[in-house]
């Protein structure tokens, strides 16, 4: 990507509907980080009731009176719904039971104790534990309990972020002195990243007055937390000259008198990392990164101690006043800030350090400067241990904080890596800045889409960079599509009739000329537009090199190059003895590579070829050594890819005689050897799991692909049907076609029943007497819906069935590719929906409107 995107207008006024992640990263051959590098957002995804926590619930005896409490433990959540199973049931799973959060009598433990309340456990327990009070105080003394905020009271049931709310208040220690602290009121809560005021900053300039951090930043707090831990209440330095000591004293004493609502607590912030000791002692030499002007990596000293936990780090300044230095920038630090390395780092990982302003001399050397400063290097163990596993690699892009405006998130590509560091290269900035310099621990920096899933303004280039052409060194591609019209008849026959031969004088292993002949049948596969696109042909060269530039080109014209990646891939049927070659597929940003057999001898290409067309579907003559100038050998031109589909497609079982037009040489590409073998999927993976890396992925499995769940002929889907849009399939002659078909049920209809149903097969219906339905991801109250069958016991098929129902039917393909059943799908949270489906937000939450929809009619008819 060329420089000169730093400097294009990218400012807030871009409209957000220009940029596209997944265009974006295709069509200039990029990948995202993976969505798991970022440990901060998975840990904003997690609810705070999790599986493995413990409560009391009450439990119901033969009368109204006879009530009591025992212990459960979260067996999995859903929503609002929990699937609880008493203490002392073990791994007996036939007593788990449903509860709902918001109206069972849920506690934290030692909430009866605390109250008087009885607590006895339910007859199957009394049945199989003689001693049951003995497991009740091995329970209560070893239980980890469900945080009482989240069970009790107006926050019962919200998401641990829904409690960080706007006009809540928090405390927030000093970056300079860990000992002070003040009040900041949260004024928006951006998935987790919060947007600070401090309190007392009304009508001060607005540099100052606000911040932006992360909900899991070591120096947030909540309120009451600095008169717990003995710190001053005190403003932040940079603002303590703007009002008078009196005006801060009444700010003070209006804080003092305010009652904390008791939303935010110690727990919400429970999953940030624990601060160690240091072993750092005052004057100590170290290279630091500036967190206020990350661009540099230059000599620091640690210039005070505050205690075991926290001490000052200063940049080193050689200047003198009259030099025009201004104040030195200094920042708090603990044993694990990013930032801080060790001396030498620089020089061990090849990075320029940057001597400090005012240092005379044209190489920074730390022996001489240690030397004149009379100072010592930071031992390397008051360093944490530096771990070089991750998953960031270079030129992948994700989203980051402008260091310079916090408020603003901009497209970013990572431009190197060194140990725990990456340097980041912003897009759609107003002004270059140079590149920034942060840990892959960083909290401000954000996986792709990340913007875009909360609704949050995303910084991007106003126009994509220019494509560079692909230049190979061996195989040039010609410039027309067809031959020139003065090119005599009888030499396009001689032409025709001798390429098939060529190449063999110039050597064992030099391929012919391959041809691309866009006119023959592209199949189910390619695209037959990218097809008339490609290069007329490619060679000669070397064998291996000329395959495997046309397998790659052919990956990039198909529909979902991932799929053909799939076709091509190494199996035991191959026979060509030829040579393993990693080929790769980019996919809606994921990447993909397998190994492919390529021959390397001349006389085995068009053999080679012909086979590999049949394999991917297509007229055996698409590409190879010969060329087709008007009328194909094999008739294909009868074909067209719905006719292909009805009788090669899905529906192989019941193939009806040949295709039209006495085209015979496919069927070699359609058959298969056996059924392919059904794979169990977790479902409970991010989407960056599934997506294999162009470093880590193994060779010969390109995943995402995503293996076929076999349906009866009235359940099988389109090809591609949610994935691509289905003109896409189609030529001019088909449209007709199309629109010709009766028109299919409307989806939301869900009274009206299937015309053919299995004995197995769940059928939905409206209940008009049901209770009152919970409102939906989009605030709406769900239609109500009757089952057949508990969801549980759903199949994918079943699921695909009633997908199908809806209004979210081209979304049907992505539960059959991930094997989405009846237990997954009641599993389904807005979050999950759009990570591991890798949907925006608008169709997410259409699907969770139908998903809550199952979970309320499952929870009222079969969870009792």
């Keep these: 990507m060329s420089r000169e995107l730093l400097e294009s207008d990218g400012g ?60 459960a433990t979260i067996i999995t959540t859903c929503g609002q719904l929990l699937l609880l199973r008493y203490e002392g049931y073990h791994d007996d799973r036939r007593a788990d039971f449903w509860c709902d959060i918001m109206t069972a009598d849920l506690h934290s433990v030692g909430w009866s104790r605390q109250l008087g309340r009885p607590m006895k456990p339910p007859e199957g327990v009394r049945e199989k534990l003689e001693n049951w009070e003995a497991l009740l105080e091995t329970a209560l003394s070893e239980a980890c309990s469900a945080p009482a905020n989240l069970l009790e009271g107006p926050h019962r049931g919200k998401n641990p972020l829904d409690l960080l709310a706007p006009g809540s208040s928090v405390e927030l220690q000093d970056s300079q002195d860990p000992g002070a602290a003040w009040v900041a009121e949260i004024e928006e809560n951006v998935g ?103 661009f540099c990596i230059s000599p620091a000293t640690v210039t005070k101690v505050f205690n075991d936990k926290f001490f000052l780090v200063e940049m080193d300044e050689l200047r003198g006043e009259k030099d025009g230095a201004g104040p030195r920038s200094s920042f708090l630090c603990h044993r694990g800030s990013a930032g801080i390395l060790p001396v030498q780092w620089c020089l061990k990982n090849g990075v320029q350090l940057s001597p400090p ?30 771990e070089s596993a991750h998953d960031f690699v270079e030129s992948m892009m994700l989203e980051a904080v402008n260091p310079l405006s916090a408020e603003h998130i901009h497209v970013a590509a990572v431009s190197k890596v060194k140990g725990q560091h990456i340097w980041l290269r912003l897009e759609g900035v107003k002004q270059a800045v140079p590149e920034l310099i942060v840990h892959v621990d960083s909290m401000d920096i954000f996986p792709v889409s990340w913007c875009e899933t909360n609704g949050y303004s995303l910084q991007h280039p106003s126009k994509p960079p220019v494509q560079k052409q692909r230049r190979v060194a061996v195989v040039q591609p010609e410039k027309h599509r067809a031959p020139p019209r003065t090119t005599p008849p009888d030499m396009l026959k001689q032409q025709e009739n001798g390429q098939s031969e060529s190449g063999q004088g110039n050597g064992k292993y030099c391929c012919p000329k391959i041809y691309f002949n866009h006119r023959c049948f592209s199949g189910p596969y390619l695209n037959k537009g990218r097809i008339a696109e490609l290069p007329q042909c490619i060679g000669p060269g070397n064998c291996v090199l000329v395959l495997k530039e046309v397998l790659t080109l052919l990956i990039n014209a198909a529909y979902k190059p991932s ?26 940003g994921k990447s993909y590579r397998a190994t492919v057999e390529i021959v390397r001898t001349a006389d085995r290409v068009a053999d080679f070829c012909r086979k590999t067309c049949i394999r991917l579907e297509c007229c055996p003559n698409l590409f190879g050594p010969r060329m087709v100038l008007e009328r194909c050998s094999e008739n294909c031109s009868v074909l067209t890819k719905t006719k292909y589909t009805h009788y090669y497609g899905k529906k192989k079982s019941k193939r009806i005689g040949r295709p039209p037009g006495g085209h015979t040489n496919l069927e070699g590409g359609v058959k298969r050897s056996g059924k392919r073998r059904k794979r169990r999927k977790h479902f409970f993976v991010h989407k960056k799991k599934r997506s294999a890396s162009l470093d880590n992925t193994p060779a010969g499995s390109p995943q995402g692909s995503g293996e076929e769940e076999d349906l009866d002929e009235d359940d099988s889907l389109s090809e591609d049907s949610g994935s691509e849009p289905q003109d896409e399939l189609l030529d001019d002659s088909e449209h007709s076609e199309k629109k010709s078909q009766p028109p299919s049920p409307t989806p ?29 991801p989009r605030g709406e109250v769900p239609e109500k819906l009757l089952l057949d069958s508990s969801p549980l016991e759903w199949s994918v098929a079943d699921v695909v069935r009633f997908i199908r129902t809806t209004d979210c039917s081209p979304l049907a393909r992505i539960f059959l590719d991930q094997e989405i059943d009846g237990q997954a799908l009641l599993l389904l949270t807005l979050p999950t929906v759009q990570e591991c489906m890798g949907l925006k937000l608008g169709p997410a939450i259409k699907l969770c409107h139908h998903i809550e929809r199952v979970k309320l009619a499952f929870y009222q008819q079969f969870a009792s």
């Design 12 to 71: 807030s006024g871009q409209d957000e509907g220009d940029f596209n992640w997944d265009d974006f990263l295709e069509e200039n051959g990029l990948s995202a980080v993976p969505h798991h590098a970022f440990k901060h957002v998975d840990l904003s995804l997690q609810t705070g009731l999790t599986p493995g926590m413990k409560l009391e619930v009450r439990v119901r005896g033969g009368s109204e009176s006879d009530e009591y409490y025992w212990l």
């Design 748 to 776: 939301t209809d869900t009274t009206r029943r299937p015309r053919r149903r299995k004995a197995h097969s769940p059928s939905y219906s409206d209940n008009e007497n049901r209770p009152p339905s919970p409102k939906s």
């Design 357 to 386: 302003p005012g240092y005379q001399g044209q190489d920074f050397d730390w022996a001489d400067y240690l030397k004149k400063c009379g100072a010592e290097a930071a031992p390397q163990h008051c360093f944490p241990t530096e």
């Design 192 to 294: 987790g990243r919060l947007c600070l005021r401090y309190t007392g900053t009304e009508g001060l300039p607005e540099m100052h007055a606000r911040r932006w951090l992360f909900y899991l930043h070591p120096l947030l707090h909540p309120p009451g937390w600095a008169q717990e831990h003995g710190c001053t209440l005190v403003p932040p330095a940079v603002l303590r000259g703007l009002r008078s000591e009196a005006e801060w004293d009444e700010i003070r004493q209006k804080i003092s008198t305010q009652e904390a609502d008791g939303a935010i607590t110690e727990d919400l912030f429970k999953d940030r990392p624990a601060i160690s000791a240091h072993s750092f002692t005052e004057g100590m030499k170290l290279e630091a990164v500036d967190p206020s002007s990350p």
């Design 563 to 588: 799929r053909v990646l799939r076709e091509l891939q190494l199996d035991e049927e191959a026979r060509w003895q030829g040579q393993g070659e990693t080929l790769k597929a980019k996919y809606k």
